[in-house]
Structures are given as C-alpha cells and as structure tokens.
C-alpha cells in the first residue's frame, strides 16, 4: 500500500514539473521575455500615464511626416525582434482632447529608425500601432532611435481617431539624446518624459498626445 502511494506521488510530481503554459495565440516570444497578444498591452507596461506628464489642454505641436511613412503598419504592441539593432524602449502615454478627456480607441501608429539610424523601407520592421485602452492610454516597445545624417534621434507619430480619421501628424525626441546634435526641426516642447526603468531594465519614457482645438 505505501508503495502504491509513493508511486502515485512520483508520477503527480513528474506532470507538474513537465508541464509548459502555453504561449497565447498571436503573442510573441522574444529574448526570453513574452509579450502580450493584446495590443495595447506591453508585459510590465502600466497603460496609465505617469502622474509626471501633467495635461494642460494644449494641442501638440504637429510636424512633418517626412519621407518614410508607410501605410498599413500591423497592430502589435511591440516593434522589437529578435535582430533589431538598438536599446530597447518602452513608450507610454495617453490620447487626450484639449479638454484633457480620453480618447478611447485612438490608434497610435509609429515608425523610426533602429539603433544605427537605418530605416526599412521594403518591410514593416519598426513600424507598427497601437489602440488605446478606455482612459486613452497605450503603451509600445520599440527601440532608441539612432542619428542619421540631418537629423537627431526621433520617433514619428500618427493618431488616427476612433473612426479612423488622422488626428495629428508628429514626432517626439528624447532627453538626453535628441538636445545633443543639431536639427532644424527639433523642438523640445516634444521632448518625451523620462521614467524609471521597468522591472526588466528596460528604458521607459511618456508621452501624451493632445489632439483638437
């Protein structure tokens, strides 16, 4: 009898510790950490904007799309791949109206070059977009832009409505980084906020998008 049970107790023992929790369909698996399949969910990504970044109603600034948009980037919630040259950055922030309410639904579609300042032109590597959640928040891992000749390091920005209409056309920069080379369009009312970094080390900034008016 007790070697019938310690049999019994070996084999649970043996489906536990060979048991694998699936991977979600349409999630991705990179570098050894998962990614959500949800799109505007990044794994460790708080979607709520940082009481840092304070809404004071005025419309961000617009600025050129420039000579690299691409249409029909896919919805995902992370831009980084397995060769993706560059650190990895995790962008937060919130679409909000003038009166500073959320724009539930709003896509935020981004685009940038990698690490050495290299854009694909031929793919979508680099290039995608995210819905906001009930209070307009979202939330995208991409990477640090790199300098390329011309310009200092930034991330394009379309907002496209609910309906799908184009809200705002810009782009933002980061601290530290974009202030350091010289650029005729730079302006540093678009300098993104700095945050600490997520429980995975990975470099994190916000950035809330006030569209209308």
């Not at 793919?123 to 906001?132: F, I, K």
């Not at 394009?156 to 810009?170: A, I, S």
Request: with cysteine.
């Amino acid at each position: 009898m007790i070697r019938r049970m310690g049999l019994v107790l070996a084999m649970a023992f043996l489906m536990v510790s060979c048991s694998v929790t699936p991977i979600p369909m349409g999630a991705t698996a990179t570098a050894g950490r998962s990614l959500s399949s949800t799109p505007t969910a990044v794994a460790g990504a708080t979607l709520t904007s940082p009481a840092e970044v304070v809404c004071d109603g005025t419309p961000t600034l617009a600025q050129t799309e420039g000579p690299y948009y691409k249409a029909g980037s896919p919805e995902r919630s992370s831009l980084v791949e397995a060769d993706t040259v560059g650190e990895v950055l995790l962008l937060t922030g919130r679409v909000l109206t003038t009166d500073c309410e959320p724009v539930a639904g709003a896509a935020v579609d981004v685009w940038q070059a990698d690490g050495g300042g290299v854009y694909d032109n031929v793919e979508y590597r680099l290039r995608g977009r995210v819905r906001t959640d009930g209070g307009g928040a979202f939330a995208i891992e991409t990477v640090v832009p790199g300098e390329y000749p011309g310009r200092t390091p930034h991330i394009h920005v379309k907002v496209f409505g609910p309906d799908g209409g184009e809200l705002l056309t810009t782009q933002i920069y980061l601290r530290g980084v974009s202030e350091q080379i010289q650029d005729g369009i730079f302006n540093e009312g678009l300098l993104a906020e700095d945050l600490p970094p997520d429980a995975d080390g990975r470099r994190r900034i916000a950035f809330d998008f006030i569209v209308g008016g």
